[in-house]
């Protein structure tokens, strides 16, 4: 009897429908293996994308539906997943309706985060999550919650994270909705017809929160080079999408219940802003006299282009000036904002504006002679300044520029400084 029991327990998983096995595999397989689970998820995403904007369907050559090469299809739809923004064609030409509607998709899933969205995949496979995996499904790559237990007092507690998990997709929506109704007038006054201005201010406002700055007009950001309203809405998504969602649930509690926001919040929003000061200031000065950008605007509007150009370098993309008629000491404090990044968990790239806070904290630190390293009240554990040395001299070794007959050393430099 023993004996059948167990031949029937043993015979039991083939006799479970082929669904729930396969969602149990994919369960175990996440859980024990996340790394190669979310790099399989990202893969995955990149070869689905890179097919579909292949086909003849997604773009147009000559003037008709044509094959995209396939090694343009994969730089576009990486470009897109990573929210990168590089591109080899004519973003405005190139693609056709689909193509565009691809590529926004494509927008969408990387700037949620391919982590966040393996999570979310986990979640409603699974409809549960470790503890390991639920601390990567926050997406919080903050230095704080490396190598110590999760305090309570940090942004997002264990308890919200399956909260949070649901409410990024609506979150994205939401906030993408509200830069798309904020956009629109703009759009029509600017000449677009109702259904043009609908999808260019969606387009616009996903490309600013993801910080990917793709545009889908030929003229891109030029058209608005004067307009101090679309200038600051883009601005607000492209800031919004480089703090991160961890730091935007934070602040949305903090708006609710008054409690007291993490040190990697605060970190994040004082360094963002010093950063972007700091940016405007230099960028404004380096161009002032400069015909061919700054110079040929109004005295009154050039801090606006200055600050703007100041917060799109660290990650949105966008630029309403000619970019290679910029200074040389211009281009290197830009390289140096794009190195920076923005926050963790964020759509930007770049070593990110905590570990440069923790740098700076760190140097404080040393030449006050303290042994603690301190910011806000609270102590930093000295094994966050090793991860951060470590994330700074990791950073160079992706963006080494390799200049080219056909490109520059500085262009090298910037282009590379941009896909990091």
């Known amino acids: 009897m023993a004996a059948r029991r167990r031949g029937t327990a043993h015979r039991a998983p083939s006799d479970?429908?082929?669904?729930?096995?396969?969602?149990?595999?994919v369960e175990d397989f996440a859980a024990h293996r996340p790394a190669r689970f979310a790099i399989g998820i990202f893969t995955a995403l990149i070869l689905i994308f890179t097919l579909l904007l292949w086909l003849p369907?997604?773009?147009?050559?000559?003037?008709?539906?044509?094959?995209?090469?396939?090694?343009?299809a994969l730089f576009t739809a990486v470009s897109a997943i990573c929210v990168t923004g590089l591109t080899v064609v004519d973003m405005a030409t190139h693609w056709t309706t689909f193509g565009n509607v691809v590529i926004l998709v494509a927008l969408q899933v990387g700037g949620i985060g391919v982590l966040t969205l393996a999570s979310i995949m986990g979640l409603i496979v699974a409809k549960r999550l470790g503890l390991r995996q639920k601390l990567l499904a926050v997406g919080d790559n903050s230095p704080m919650r490396v190598h110590r237990p999760v305090a309570e007092s940090q942004a997002l507690k264990l308890g919200e994270i399956g909260g949070l998990l649901s409410t990024v997709a609506i979150g994205t929506l939401i906030i993408e909705g509200t830069l798309t109704l904020l956009l629109i007038p703009a759009m029509l006054l600017e000449g677009f017809d109702p259904w043009t201005a609908v999808w260019q201010s969606f387009y616009f406002a996903a490309s600013a929160f993801t910080n990917t700055g793709f545009t889908p007009n030929a003229e891109g950001m030029a058209i608005f080079a004067d307009d101090p309203y679309v200038?600051?809405?883009?601005?607000l998504g492209v800031f919004l999408g480089s703090v991160g969602f961890p730091v935007i649930f934070a602040l949305?509690?903090?708006?609710?219940?008054?409690?007291?926001?993490?040190?990697?919040?605060k970190l994040t929003l004082v360094t963002t802003s010093i950063l972007i000061v700091l940016g405007a200031l230099a960028i404004t000065v380096l161009e002032w006299s400069n015909g061919a950008t700054l110079g040929a605007q109004d005295g009154w509007f050039r801090p606006i282009t200055g600050t703007f150009l100041s917060i799109m370098t660290r990650s949105g993309g966008f630029s309403t000036v000619d970019i290679h008629e910029m200074n040389g000491s211009s281009l290197l404090?830009?390289?140096?904002?794009?190195?920076?990044?923005?926050?963790?968990?964020s759509t930007a790239g770049g070593i990110k504006v905590t570990t440069l806070a923790i740098l700076f904290i760190a140097a404080f630190?040393?030449?006050?002679?303290?042994?603690?390293?301190?910011?806000?009240?609270?102590?930093?554990?000295?094994?966050?300044?090793?991860?951060?040395?470590?994330?700074?001299?990791?950073?160079?070794?992706?963006?080494?520029?390799r200049p080219s007959p056909s490109c520059t050393s500085r262009r090298s430099r910037s282009t590379s400084c941009s896909s990091t």
């Open 16 to 25: 479970r429908p082929l669904a729930a096995r396969i969602s149990e595999a």
């Open 333 to 345: 404090i830009m390289d140096m904002l794009m190195f920076v990044g923005g926050g963790s968990a």
């Open 365 to 401: 630190a040393e030449a006050r002679g303290d042994h603690d390293m301190q910011a806000f009240d609270r102590r930093i554990p000295n094994d966050v300044l090793r991860l951060a040395v470590s994330v700074v001299l990791w950073g160079p070794r992706s963006w080494r520029p």
């Open 252 to 265: 949305a509690r903090y708006a609710k219940q008054r409690g007291r926001l993490a040190l990697h919040v």
């Open 57 to 72: 369907v997604s773009s147009r050559v000559n003037g008709e539906s044509g094959w995209t090469p396939f090694v343009d």
């Open 231 to 235: 200038l600051g809405v883009i601005s």
